[in-house]
């Protein structure tokens, strides 16, 4: 294979680095990939650039523009895949542990689009919470409000995931309007670049969105200002050094960190062996030391065990360990490939001897042992054990960050708890019980200490998906060592890259800056009903205005024979009056609902498609036998899905003869675009 020149992609540009290049070689055989270098880059200008053209293009697109944005580089980096996939090879990754890292990534950047186009509106502003009443008569109200950074998430990568490490962070960034600077490990950067090149080439992205850095970060740091974010994956001790860098703290930068965790595995009390959770922990345990070589932030590193099952457990993981093949990550028969570099493994070794210093051994597996082709970064998986767990400190503190987990044991549910949280903050842990009142002692008890925990058994074991999966719509970090941050959980992630502010003003005031209606702000009366338009002929308040209809003593005791809800309140006047709530017999609230309906639907096909469901439903005031209703029904949000269809959240407010509100609540409905 050629060596390539990787590129740093700056201002527009793709550029060479100056000076020294080291060079990257692969794992497989130590033969030479590429020269990687960002020397003579000024790292000012890239922030500037960043700045002042990738974000004010970004946040001039909404929410959904940036999503579907999104997708497309999702799909782009899909399409490529097979040009990654040759690429992912070099790193010592066989298929499968490409998978994870590519189409994961992409899958992540779709998951994160669509989840972004369900929930955010097709709005600049998102809202947090509801309108805060701040005054008697309404004209001041409250409400917190999210916008777009105007700085760069400047994104510091590990070696282990050149692709989802990438992907993870950029699909919030940009669906928040946040321009993005990636800098990626050396050790690994030609598939990171690669990946880049697929979105920059794929023309979706406004210049400026991303740039590159293919080597150090110079002086980047130091022009770093609070609108800026700073999201690093690696060592604790790097995360240590950045997030300590004056600029920093002198300017209350945001910094993200995902560093080095012991996550743990427990075999519940009642998992013996021969049970399906014994199994099940095994399989797993295995599985999380073999996939990428054990080089996953969210490894399993400590198998807490029940003392009387330890050596039942040993035998099973030592002996599907032994029958793993290690070699060539091209050749299908391999089970694991190797791990980054021959550095990397050194490393790994040096830390399995201080696991042993402390009082660990090793019972499957020859550290020191050449496997797999000449010259690459192989080693066997090995299983280390510490009977005296408390003693061993080695094993809750140190990260071999390769193909290497300890087992030990626990006398009680309170043992294994304080073992688990001596890793002192895990990403993630993963308990194999089918005793529901120990999965509770036990997720009680350890919770604080864990980003991310399962309770697998028989139940779920099909269909989970694995202890090692960050999921873009789960928290991916965790407390204390983990770094102490958050990436991902859904639309979560994308407000880590926006700033909350609360507003106050009227309700006027609150509706014009964050594009929705709000309760009180003004509305549009309309004469067409709105049901006869497309989305993109409503506009925000417009709002139609129902004739009145008097709910009688007959339509409740109807209401109440054809449904069967003969409630109290409804059917027993003695008993209405007598409650602390009502004066006499009231009509169902699901009556108001379904005459309110009656009010206010245009009974004909399209553009409206389907009532898709009710949000914030309150009942305010009683409605009693003969009190009129009437509905106002305002156009709240829009969101467009695709080119063809949305949803339109409706304000729907019903009043009685005195205007006084009996109910409110958000109608949602499928509409043509
Ligand atoms: P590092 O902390 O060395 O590197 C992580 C990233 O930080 C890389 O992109 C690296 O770039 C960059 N970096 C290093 N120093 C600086 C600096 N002074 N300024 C700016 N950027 C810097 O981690 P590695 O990826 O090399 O992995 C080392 C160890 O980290 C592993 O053995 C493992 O223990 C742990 N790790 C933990 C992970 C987790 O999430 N738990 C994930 C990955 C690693 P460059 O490569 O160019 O030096």
């Known amino acids: 294979m050629k060596t390539q020149d990787l590129l740093n992609y700056a201002r527009g540009e793709w550029i060479a680095g100056t000076g020294d290049r080291p060079q990257l070689v692969s794992a497989i055989d130590g033969a030479p990939v590429a020269t990687t270098g960002s020397g003579g880059i000024d790292f000012g200008a890239m922030l500037d650039h960043a700045r002042t053209v990738g974000g004010p293009a970004l946040r001039a697109m909404t929410f959904h523009e940036r999503a579907h944005m999104v997708k497309g580089l999702g799909l782009a980096i899909l399409a490529a895949k097979e040009e990654l996939y040759a690429l992912n090879y070099l790193t010592g990754a066989t298929r499968k542990d490409g998978w994870i890292d590519i189409e994961g990534g992409a899958g992540t950047m779709l998951s ?24 008697k008569s309404g004209s001041f109200i409250g409400q917190h409000i999210y916008t777009s950074l105007q700085g760069a998430a400047v994104m510091i990568n590990a070696f282990n995931f050149p692709v989802w490490g990438m992907l993870e962070k950029l699909a919030p960034a940009l669906v928040a309007g946040v321009p993005a600077i990636v800098k990626p490990a050396s050790s690994t950067a030609y598939l990171t670049e690669a990946a880049v090149r697929v979105m920059i080439d794929s023309g979706l992205l406004p210049d400026g969105a991303l740039q590159l850095i293919v080597g150090g970060v110079g002086d980047l740091f130091d022009h770093l200002t609070g609108q800026d974010m700073v999201s690093f994956t690696g060592s604790a001790a790097t995360a240590r050094k950045l997030r300590s860098h004056p600029s920093i703290a002198r300017e209350s930068v945001r910094f993200v960190a995902e560093q080095d965790s012991l996550n743990s595995a427990i075999l519940g009390p009642d998992a013996a062996p021969g049970t399906p959770e014994f199994d099940l922990f095994v399989a797993e345990v295995v599985n999380e030391i073999t996939v990428k070589a054990g080089q996953k932030c969210t490894a399993i590193r400590r198998a807490i065990i029940p003392a009387a099952y330890l050596d039942a457990a040993q035998d099973a993981i030592a002996g599907a360990l032994e029958a793993k093949t290690v070699g060539d990550p091209r050749d299908k028969a391999s089970g694991m490939g190797a791990l980054v570099s021959c550095a990397q493994r050194d490393d790994v070794r040096a830390q399995i001897a201080k696991l042993v210093a402390s009082g660990a051994r090793v019972v499957s597996g020859d550290p020191a042992a050449a496997t797999g082709p000449e010259g690459g970064a192989f080693m066997p998986p090995v299983l280390l054990r510490a009977d005296d767990p408390w003693a061993a400190t080695a094993i809750h503190d140190i990260e071999a960050f390769g193909p290497v987990a300890t087992i030990m044991p626990y006398d009680d549910i309170a043992d294994a708890v304080a073992l688990a949280n001596r890793g002192m903050g895990s990403l993630a842990l993963s308990m194999f019980t089918h005793d529901p009142q120990a999965a509770r002692d036990f997720v009680v008890g ?19 998906t694995g202890h090692g999966s960050p999921l873009p719509v789960l928290v991916h970090g965790g407390p204390g060592r983990a770094g102490g941050s958050e990436e991902l959980g859904g639309t979560r992630a994308v407000k880590h890259y926006m700033q909350r502010t609360a507003i106050q003003s009227t309700p006027a005031m609150i509706a014009a800056i964050s594009e929705q209606y709000v309760p009180d702000a003004p509305k549009h009366f309309v004469d067409t009903h709105p049901f006869r338009k497309r989305m993109r002929d409503l506009n925000i308040g417009d709002t139609l205005k129902t004739a009145s209809r008097t709910v009688t003593i007959a339509d409740i005791e109807h209401f109440a024979e054809f449904t069967g809800d003969n409630f109290y309140a409804h059917m027993d006047e003695e008993a209405a009056k007598a409650s602390p709530i009502f004066e006499g017999r009231v009509a169902h609230g699901y009556l108001i609902l379904s005459f309110a309906a009656g009010l206010f639907v245009d009974p004909d096909p399209g553009p409206v498609l389907a009532n898709t469901g009710l949000e914030n439903l309150r009942f305010l005031t009683p409605l009693y036998p003969d009190d009129a209703m009437r509905v106002e029904l305002t156009v709240r949000s829009k969101s467009l899905k695709s080119d063809d269809e949305g949803v339109v959240k409706w304000a729907v407010e019903i009043f009685n003869q005195k205007d006084e509100l009996v109910a409110t609540y958000d109608l949602l409905t499928q509409n043509e675009a």
């Open 112 to 135: 994160i689009s669509s989840k972004a186009r369900r929930e955010l509106p097709d709005a600049h502003v998102l809202l947090d919470g509801a309108v805060e009443p701040l005054s």
């Open 446 to 464: 350890a919770a604080a200490y864990h980003g991310r925990m399962l309770v697998i058994n028989r139940d779920n074991a099909r269909e989970s």
